[in-house]
């Protein structure tokens, strides 16, 4: 039987990995201020909080990270969805009512087995749900929270839902807890809807990592996956390659490092420098895999980030 790479460099378990395992989740300060308000934002009920992020900034990894902490205490109830794009709110709040385990009664399920859900369905699920909320919240006083990955893909109509879930509350707090994290155009959709931005409890934008943080993610990368050896498996010319090509993006600096460590064992060398890395990126480009930064776009948001920042630590 082969070798993993990573054992005969002396790891334990494989260091970059791009599963959102939350064990290896680097904590940047901007992710630990967003972990940190959205579980105070839980605590104290106030319903919505909304992450935004460009593509591979981290938003996924922090989602499975809040469940990791949320895991560890029993007066919460949560469910994840990840891909949220349901093609009408019957099946949008028929999913929500199952992963909550509500029971809607029979004839909800006999409608939706007929391929016929009526109006009277909705009104059906949306009013179990209601009382699945003031059992859970008022009754038993748990903490009941709907996490949203991908959330940009929500439609209009499950927004709509979300809002009205929004609505049902005591004279203290919301009865259902809402984190949304999406890609930076869920902040043009829900601008568009009043109604629901302004039920935005606490909204954040995660940038990429600077050249600093680039290198204490790869180092706790390192030691997380186990690795005890004394050498330095990545040397500093090739830290500052890596931020340059990765912009600080946590997905493509976990890549790279990756592709760099397997290439370390198949050339026999024993520390990654800036000429392996270039090499590899050079490979890329002569096979046509190479892409300039992508996030064009980033101006754009500029406001935003800058809006984001007046609200941080708010």
Same mark, same amino acid.
């Given at each position: 039987?082969?070798?993993?790479?990573?054992?005969?460099?002396?790891?334990?378990?494989?260091?970059?990995?791009?599963?959102?395992?939350? $064990?290896?989740?680097?904590?940047? #300060?901007? &992710? $630990? =201020?967003?972990?940190?308000?959205?579980?105070?934002?839980?605590?104290?009920?106030?319903?919505?909080?909304?992450?935004?992020?460009?593509?591979?900034?981290?938003?996924?990894?922090?989602?499975? #990270?809040?469940?990791?902490?949320? #895991?560890?205490?029993?007066?919460?109830?949560? &469910?994840?969805?990840?891909?949220?794009?349901?093609?009408?709110?019957?099946?949008?709040?028929?999913?929500?009512?199952?992963?909550?385990?509500?029971?809607?009664?029979?004839?909800?399920?006999?409608?939706?087995?007929?391929?016929?859900?009526?109006?009277?369905?909705?009104?059906?699920?949306?009013?179990?749900?209601?009382?699945?909320?003031?059992?859970?919240?008022?009754?038993?006083?748990?903490?009941?929270?709907?996490?949203?990955?991908?959330?940009?893909?929500?439609?209009?109509?499950?927004?709509?839902?979300?809002?009205?879930?929004?609505?049902?509350?005591?004279?203290?707090?919301?009865?259902?807890?809402?984190?949304? !994290?999406?890609?930076?155009?869920?902040?043009?959709?829900?601008?568009?809807?009043?109604?629901?931005?302004?039920?935005?409890?606490?909204?954040?934008?995660?940038?990429?990592?600077?050249?600093?943080?680039?290198?204490?993610?790869?180092?706790?990368?390192?030691?997380?996956?186990?690795?005890?050896?004394?050498?330095? !498996?990545?040397?500093? $010319?090739?830290?500052?390659?890596?931020?340059?090509?990765?912009?600080?993006?946590?997905?493509?600096?976990?890549?790279?490092? &990756?592709?760099?460590?397997?290439?370390?064992?198949? #050339?026999?060398?024993?520390?990654?420098? =800036?000429?392996?890395?270039?090499?590899?990126?050079?490979?890329?480009?002569?096979?046509?895999?190479?892409?300039?930064?992508?996030?064009?776009?980033?101006?754009?948001?500029?406001?935003?980030?800058?809006?984001?920042?007046?609200?941080?630590?708010?």
């Amino acid at each position: 039987k082969k070798m993993s790479y990573y054992k005969i460099l002396g790891f334990e378990k494989e260091p970059f990995s791009t599963s959102p395992d939350p $064990e290896f989740f680097y904590l940047s #300060k901007e &992710h $630990e =201020a967003a972990l940190t308000n959205i579980l105070i934002e839980l605590r104290i009920k106030r319903g919505l909080s909304v992450i935004l992020g460009d593509v591979g900034t981290g938003k996924t990894t922090l989602s499975r #990270k809040l469940i990791q902490e949320l #895991k560890s205490r029993d007066d919460f109830i949560f &469910h994840i969805v990840l891909d949220p794009s349901f093609d009408n709110e019957y099946l949008f709040l028929s999913s929500l009512a199952k992963n909550l385990d509500i029971a809607p009664s029979r004839d909800i399920f006999s409608s939706a087995f007929s391929g016929a859900p009526t109006q009277a369905t909705i009104l059906d699920l949306r009013e179990s749900l209601e009382r699945f909320l003031f059992q859970k919240g008022v009754t038993e006083n748990r903490t009941v929270v709907i996490i949203i990955d991908e959330a940009q893909k929500l439609t209009d109509k499950s927004l709509e839902i979300l809002r009205v879930l929004l609505n049902y509350e005591t004279n203290e707090y919301k009865l259902l807890q809402l984190v949304l !994290l999406g890609q930076l155009e869920l902040y043009t959709r829900i601008m568009n809807i009043p109604n629901f931005f302004d039920r935005i409890s606490f909204r954040y934008v995660l940038n990429p990592l600077g050249l600093n943080e680039t290198k204490e993610m790869i180092e706790f990368r390192i030691r997380q996956a186990g690795y005890r050896g004394n050498m330095r !498996l990545f040397l500093d $010319e090739a830290l500052k390659e890596i931020y340059q090509y990765s912009r600080g993006y946590p997905r493509r600096i976990t890549m790279l490092c &990756h592709r760099a460590l397997k290439e370390l064992v198949l #050339k026999n060398k024993f520390v990654v420098d =800036a000429a392996l890395i270039a090499d590899l990126l050079q490979g890329d480009i002569q096979a046509g895999w190479y892409r300039k930064d992508p996030l064009v776009q980033r101006n754009s948001y500029q406001g935003l980030r800058g809006e984001a920042e007046g609200i941080r630590g708010s």
